[in-house]
């Protein structure tokens, strides 16, 4: 029951994402971006723009905050491989490995496909850019909050201490909230280009949670069976 509610919230998003994109192509459309392009919901996004302005420091920050969440994917595809050697069969990968490798894919094939298919240019020209960006959804954003999320989400499969656990899990959401915070306040994006990050990253992380409901517990790789009742030898 709980996987199909997390099924139909995700479906929701989606749709809610479609619904965005639909508002942005035709809703308050007027020519504020660089060079006259046109942007949707243009009032919210132009006052937006001009109380935030430009921050690079903030840019750059939502840089590294973005290599560290590469990283962590690697971690992960690092633990595959461990498992795969270790093990010596495909079978016997972890099944969050595989939902966490489908997850990258999918983003990584959104990441491709929004830089492709423009629906927003963003609200400056970069400087090492020869004319307006793709700018929607924020794919900077997405990324990081869909690694860090699933990580979040599978980290009480790998890590059996709970005080490390908490630990790695506080340093998640720093990572994802800080992505956040920087990328908004850098004012590369228009505001509907952060929400749309946001209302992807959370259908894909509310899909790969109905995906690893149910094996996510202790640490397969470190079964061990502990009992606190005193052992009384059978005769």
């Given at each position: 029951?709980?996987?199909?509610?997390?099924?139909?919230?995700?479906?929701?998003l989606?749709?809610?994402?479609?619904a965005?994109?639909a508002?942005?192509?035709?809703?308050?459309?007027a020519a504020?971006?660089p060079?006259?392009?046109?942007?949707?919901f243009s009032?919210?996004?132009k006052?937006?723009?001009?109380?935030?302005?430009?921050?690079m420091m903030?840019?750059?920050?939502?840089?590294?905050?973005?290599?560290?969440?590469?990283a962590?994917?690697?971690v992960?595809?690092?633990?595959?491989?461990?498992?795969?050697?270790?093990?010596?069969?495909?079978k016997?990968v972890?099944?969050?490995i595989?939902?966490?490798?489908?997850?990258?894919?999918?983003?990584?094939?959104?990441y491709?496909?929004?830089?492709?298919?423009?629906?927003?240019?963003?609200?400056?020209?970069?400087?090492d850019?020869?004319?307006?960006?793709?700018?929607?959804?924020s794919?900077?954003?997405?990324?990081?909050i869909?690694?860090?999320?699933?990580?979040?989400?599978v980290?009480?499969?790998f890590?059996?201490?709970?005080?490390?656990?908490?630990?790695?899990?506080?340093?998640c959401?720093?990572?994802?909230?800080?992505?956040?915070?920087?990328r908004?306040?850098?004012?590369?994006?228009?505001?509907?280009?952060?929400?749309?990050?946001?209302?992807?990253?959370?259908?894909?992380?509310?899909?790969?949670?109905a995906a690893?409901d149910?094996s996510?517990?202790?640490?397969?790789?470190?079964?061990?069976t502990?009992?606190?009742k005193?052992?009384?030898?059978?005769?």
């Amino acid at each position: 029951m709980k996987n199909k509610v997390r099924i139909i919230i995700s479906f929701l998003l989606l749709a809610l994402f479609g619904a965005l994109i639909a508002g942005i192509k035709k809703y308050d459309v007027a020519a504020i971006g660089p060079e006259g392009t046109g942007i949707g919901f243009s009032h919210i996004n132009k006052r937006f723009a001009e109380l935030i302005g430009t921050n690079m420091m903030f840019y750059k920050i939502a840089d590294y905050l973005g290599y560290l969440a590469l990283a962590t994917a690697a971690v992960f595809a690092l633990a595959g491989l461990v498992q795969l050697i270790k093990r010596k069969s495909l079978k016997k990968v972890d099944r969050e490995i595989y939902a966490l490798g489908g997850l990258y894919v999918v983003v990584l094939a959104l990441y491709v496909a929004f830089e492709k298919l423009v629906i927003n240019y963003r609200p400056v020209i970069m400087p090492d850019a020869a004319g307006p960006e793709a700018s929607f959804p924020s794919s900077h954003t997405m990324l990081t909050i869909t690694v860090m999320g699933s990580a979040i989400l599978v980290l009480r499969h790998f890590i059996e201490n709970d005080g490390v656990r908490m630990l790695l899990s506080v340093l998640c959401w720093l990572i994802l909230l800080g992505t956040l915070a920087t990328r908004t306040l850098s004012g590369v994006h228009w505001l509907t280009d952060i929400a749309g990050g946001v209302i992807i990253s959370m259908a894909l992380l509310t899909l790969f949670a109905a995906a690893i409901d149910g094996s996510v517990s202790k640490p397969r790789s470190h079964t061990r069976t502990y009992s606190t009742k005193a052992y009384v030898p059978k005769h």
